[in-house]
């Protein structure tokens, strides 16, 4: 009979401890921009100059958010072979509150880059992003505007 109330006891015991559930940073509720994005349609304007700059053919970009740090990947499609293999990446940190959007640059592989912030507005479309924004560095010559659309991956 002690060994039954001392059983009793200990699972009333056990089963009142609580414990917190699991957080996980890449939890989409916590925020609509975490996740994978792959670049669906991209142009560059400069002085009322439009350019269509993406899709290319055989070539694919992803971007990756987490909860502090965004990384994004541009390569082709034939493993670095021919006249138009390519490979970009970068990343670092961001800001990101309501519809604004502003990347801190801390790696690339064009390096003259780094160090430098971008601010964007994001807009969400269901399973779609669009963000918008300048890219503007005095000393490189460069002053556009990039509108870039991504779709969110499973």
Partial sequence: MKLTGLFIISALALASCTSKPATNVNDDKASPIVGTWKLVAAVTVTKGDTVKDYPVPNQEMLKVLNA????????????????????????????FKGDKYTEHLAYLNAREWEGRSFDFTVQFKGDTLIQKGIEKIDSLNINHEIIETYVKQK
């Fill in 68 to 95: 502090t740090h965004f990384a994004f990947m541009r390569h082709d499609l034939s493993k670095g072979k021919g006249k138009d293999a390519t490979y970009t990446a970068g990343g670092g940190t961001y800001d």
